[in-house]
């Protein structure tokens, strides 16, 4: 007896261009799949095609145009043993599709076994303006959350701690938030994303696995051994 298959279908006009397009998304294996087809001139045309569970969402373009669509494909690694994710959030205009964001992230959730709400995890808001730093110490943490604290973590590195990857001396990562601590330094944490190259992996394997182009790890870094 064959295995029911879950798929949901979703038609829907993406790209604002006053035609239909198909989002569909499926169980694969252990994973989900996710396809979308965009309706250019009568034709269905694929442009994704992935693992991914998605979210949607309209939102306002930011340079003034029509409302576009965002729609969020969330991929865990590893067959859902690593709490490394991917993340990407893709907009669609005019049979076009952007990736607005590409980066994996800690799942918190269900990996550090204590009271995440106490913890600051992501920034309260993003920076406006993004800023590039210099990294001047090799092996610098990269942490799931903004403080030094121990914690009831796993598949961190070490373990029990809060701490994800390690960055190369001289590596350029870009700040997008930031947090003020209150530890006795009294220093600022920086939401960075790092690229692949910029991460050591030499003591911890890089999180970035799935290979999807240009895609980056989001973390915290103190300020400490930093320079803009």
């Not at 240009?214 to 930093?226: F, M």
Request: proline share 2%.
């Amino acid at each position: 007896m064959s295995k029911e298959i879950e798929t949901e279908i979703t038609v829907f006009d993406l790209d604002n261009d006053s035609d239909l397009d198909v989002i569909i998304n499926s169980q694969c294996s252990e994973s989900k799949c996710l396809e979308v087809y965009l309706n250019i001139g009568g034709k269905y045309k694929s442009v994704i095609s992935e693992f991914g569970s998605i979210s949607i969402k309209l939102t306002n373009s930011e340079k003034g145009e029509t409302s576009k669509l965002v729609l969020n494909s969330v991929t865990n690694h590893c067959c859902g043993e690593s709490p490394f994710g991917s993340n990407r959030d893709f907009i669609f205009i005019k049979d076009k599709v952007i990736t607005k964001n590409n980066y994996v992230s800690y799942n918190h959730e269900f990996y550090n076994d204590e009271d995440n709400y106490r913890l600051t995890l992501t920034p309260y808001k993003l920076l406006t303006k993004e800023y590039e730093i210099k990294i001047t110490v090799d092996s610098y943490n990269v942490r799931f959350s903004a403080d030094l604290n121990q914690h009831n973590s796993t598949f961190t590195c070490p373990e029990k701690t809060n701490i994800i990857a390690k960055l190369k001396k001289g590596a350029t990562v870009k700040v997008i938030g930031e947090f003020k601590g209150n530890d006795s330094e009294e220093r600022t944490w920086l939401y960075v994303e790092a690229t692949n190259e910029a991460i050591n992996d030499n003591d911890c394997s890089s999180p970035i696995s799935y290979k999807f182009d240009k895609q980056k790890l989001r973390g915290w870094i103190s300020d400490k051994y930093v320079e803009k």
